[in-house]
């Protein structure tokens, strides 16, 4: 299995509180990972370290063998979707397209249709419900044919069909790339994904593809709920968030 | 497309985004009405005081169109863009952090940088705008008959442009610092103002330790633009503020940048360096017509023969005669002798000589009570043995008194409250309305 990325002894706190423990792990190209944990285990500091909008205390980040020392360096592979955007209110669909066409020089008029963006051109951003506004950044996220797009929760607003939907364009895209996904949705998670980060208090308690984890954590066949339960739980037994 | 192009489009983005945003709107319209004012009461009470010059020629020579005109429609200007401007401007910034859209760089084919630039663009399209607003004033004034020194009024404009430049670079610097758009607020308008409290704090005793800082204030060196004196080193501190206050704003809008607190301060330990530099420059020049802020010619030629001088002053810098003095004399001493020292006697030598100016020239020195132009100029005619001639008794500068006639009152009420505004809300109606799209891939 060829790696892209890789990353070694991450440590992150903010103001003095640790977001990530000495985090260790490599992901593999044309597969999509998911990283899963509970609130606040530090899966969003880990995808911003990935996209080089944060920058570790100590440790390295390697994506494609070359070690990322600035935002600049991190843009070259990686596409972004925060959880957290909420894209211009006050624009129309085809005014925002045509300027992120414009500036950006990616128009991929085949993941365009896919998600039927030709649906809401006239609308403002402000008009849309969470879902459209979720396909939207999902667009922008693939519209760029980098190595890897960091996809934070972008399963948030969609329902099931659509997941399927969904599910199937990024199985598709993923020929050609790879996908770091945070995702909390653990059901959806065990249909997308090829492998796992279980993340917890800022540490990998798992890792591996589901097959892996089933039998090391869950004897009795259970999903990737019960394998993250599992886990997370300390010697005593006792759930460690 | 082009890297050129796409730059472009960003710059576009962010300079209608801005143009067509309520606040922007709002305060251009404000700033439309106050201009309008400012200038209706200017010319009002120019008008008013022409009357008594028209019929003494020597009360005439004191009318003069930039001061008696512009500097108080100006001041319109300046009270609204400094308390209103930062609310529009932080926009730039604080919108893409309140959206989360700051993340779409990571989608952009440039640098964080670009885009930051694009947004100082912006915002420079922006003041440039809102400057705009006082041209009217300047046609009306011709229109009324008015005379417009060319040197002064562009000198005015440009001083004007380069306190925007720092308003904006406070702005954009709060921005980048806070999450929150009304903190970024608040501390722009607080580093405003103290950048003006600097100046009138001196003017208290108990703050009498602002003295040297004053000369650094804001307000202080906008006046020399509004006095007609165009000083390389005022240019420069106004340039280098902002660029200081810029270049924080790009290394805190830069959320993946390390090192910010090392950064900030070797640019504070730059800017320092640099402030001492620019303190050494003493290259101001009258732009006025009526060299108001200079000495008459045989005057001129006279001082330009003496060697240094130094003058110790023997009153407490607040004291009512050493603020006439300065701004009466010194200041146009410094035009032409550059090389002058000015020395403030300290509290225990004050004691005995309180009142005096002792004036050298090399080993001489000679103490006056007096603080008139021509009790000095007898002072240094002693000291240096050098003897100053006449000057021709022409009058060469005679003044612009004039009194307005006719509907003025209606012109200016009609441009600047209807028309302006009215253009003002058709741009923004057209900004804001976008064509309702219809099949785009």
């Given at each position: ?241 | ?30 700033l ?38 512009f500097?108080?429609?100006f001041?319109?200007f300046f009270?609204?863009f400094s308390?209103?401007a ?34 100082v663009i912006?915002g420079i399209f922006f003041l440039l705008v809102s400057l705009s607003l006082l041209l ?17 009024s562009v000198l005015l404009l440009m001083g004007y442009f380069l306190y925007g430049l720092f308003v904006l670079s ?48 804001i307000?202080?060196n906008l006046?020399f633009f509004e006095?007609?004196?165009f000083?390389?080193?005022v240019v420069?501190y106004f340039l280098?503020l902002s ?199």
């Amino acid at each position: 299995m060829e790696y892209i990325i890789e990353i070694k002894d991450i440590i992150k706190s903010y103001n003095g509180i640790k977001a990530l423990y000495g985090v260790s792990t490599q992901i593999p190209d044309n597969c999509i990972t998911c990283i899963i944990g509970p609130n606040g285990a530090g899966k969003s500091t880990f995808l911003k370290i990935i996209t080089g909008f944060e920058f570790p205390d100590s440790g390295v980040v390697f994506i494609k063998g070359r070690r990322i020392e600035s935002f600049k360096d991190a843009k070259e592979f990686v596409s972004f979707m925060p959880e957290k955007m909420t894209l211009y209110p006050d624009y129309y669909v085809f005014e925002f397209l045509s300027f992120f066409h414009d500036v950006t020089g990616y128009r991929n008029k085949s993941i365009l249709e896919f998600l039927k963006l030709n649906k809401i051109y006239s609308k403002r951003m402000k008009e849309l419900s969470k879902g459209w506004h979720q396909r939207l950044k999902l667009y922008i996220a693939l519209a760029p044919r980098r190595a890897i797009s960091v996809l934070d929760e972008p399963f948030e607003g969609f329902d099931p069909l659509k997941m399927m939907e969904i599910e199937s364009l990024l199985k598709d895209e993923a020929k050609n790339r790879a996908f770091v996904l945070s995702i909390h949705q653990l059901n959806y998670a065990e249909k997308i994904c090829d492998r796992y980060i279980l993340l917890s208090s800022g540490r990998i308690v798992a890792e591996g593809t589901l097959r892996e984890l089933k039998e090391r954590y869950s004897p009795n066949k259970g999903g990737i709920e019960d394998i993250f339960v599992n886990a997370i739980k300390n010697e005593e037994g006792q759930i460690d968030w | 497309m082009q890297l050129k192009m796409k730059r472009g489009k960003l710059i576009g983005k962010e300079t209608k985004d801005i143009l067509r945003s309520k606040a922007g709107f709002i305060l251009l319209v404000l700033l439309s009405l106050l201009i309008g004012y400012s200038f209706y009461m200017a010319v009002d009470l120019y008008s008013k005081a022409s009357l008594a010059a028209l019929r003494d020629p020597l009360y005439a020579t004191g009318f003069e169109p930039v001061p008696g005109v512009f500097v108080p429609t100006f001041g319109g200007f300046f009270v609204l863009f400094s308390l209103l401007a930062p609310f529009v401007l932080i926009k730039l910034i604080t919108d893409e952090k309140k959206y989360g859209t700051f993340y779409l760089i990571a989608q952009y084919p440039f640098s964080i940088y670009r885009v930051f630039l694009s947004k100082v663009i912006a915002g420079i399209f922006f003041l440039l705008v809102s400057l705009s607003l006082l041209l009217p004033s300047f046609i009306y004034w011709r229109f009324l008959g008015g005379h417009i020194p060319d040197c002064e009024s562009v000198l005015l404009l440009m001083g004007y442009f380069l306190y925007g430049l720092f308003v904006l670079s406070v702005s954009l610097f709060s921005a980048s610092l806070f999450e929150e758009s009304a903190q970024a607020a608040i501390f722009s308008l607080f580093v405003i103002i103290l950048s003006w409290f600097i100046d009138f704090g001196k003017d208290m005793h108990l703050l009498a330790f602002l003295e040297p800082l004053s000369a650094w204030s804001i307000t202080r060196n906008l006046k020399f633009f509004e006095e007609g004196i165009f000083s390389l080193k005022v240019v420069l501190y106004f340039l280098g503020l902002s660029l200081l206050f810029t270049y924080l704003a790009s290394v805190f809008f830069d959320a993946g940048i390390r090192r910010k607190s090392g950064r900030t301060v070797v640019s504070l330990v730059v800017f320092l360096l640099f402030m001492f530099l620019i303190a050494h420059i003493n290259y101001n020049f009258d732009l006025t017509e009526s060299h108001r802020n200079s000495f008459s010619p045989a005057k001129t030629a006279f001082l330009k023969k003496l060697p240094e001088i130094r003058i110790k002053i023997y009153l407490d810098p607040t004291d009512s005669r050493a603020k006439d003095f300065e701004n009466d004399f010194l200041k146009r001493l410094r035009l032409i002798k550059r090389d002058v020292k000015i020395e403030y006697a300290g509290s225990k030598e004050l004691e005995k000589n309180y009142g005096f100016f002792v004036y050298s020239l090399g080993h001489r020195s000679m103490k006056t009570y007096s603080n008139s132009e021509e009790e000095i100029f007898m002072v240094l005619q002693d000291l240096s043995g050098l003897k100053l001639k006449e000057d021709k008794k022409e009058m060469s500068f005679r003044g612009y008194p004039l009194v307005a006639k006719g509907k003025w009152k209606l012109g200016v009420l009609f441009v600047y409250v209807v028309l302006l505004p009215i253009t003002l809300m058709l741009v923004y109606i057209l900004l804001n309305r976008t064509r309702r799209g219809g099949e785009y891939v």
